[in-house]
């Protein structure tokens, strides 16, 4: 996926080199180079941020459900 990005930036700062003003480049950078590509990334990043939100929540259960496995030990050192 990042193959694309980066043929897409490289793309876009061709075309903006080439506009006859300063302006003009950095405006079609801006609206036909990084918008889109912002677009792109935040949708098809979705499926992975979903499989990193459900792992965290997993591993979360899994730690409060988890009996202590210290067997009380950390309470008689803290105690001494």
Avoid: C, H
């Amino acid at each position: 996926m990042y193959i694309i990005a980066i043929a897409w930036l490289y793309v876009a700062l061709m075309v903006s080199i080439a506009d006859t003003s300063v302006v003009g480049g950095v405006m079609t950078f801006l609206f036909s180079g990084l918008a889109p590509l912002a677009l792109f990334l935040w949708i098809f990043g979705a499926p992975a941020r979903k499989r990193t939100r459900l792992a965290r929540e997993r591993q979360e259960s899994r730690q409060r459900d988890a009996p202590d496995r210290t067997g009380g030990q950390a309470d008689e050192a803290a105690d001494r």
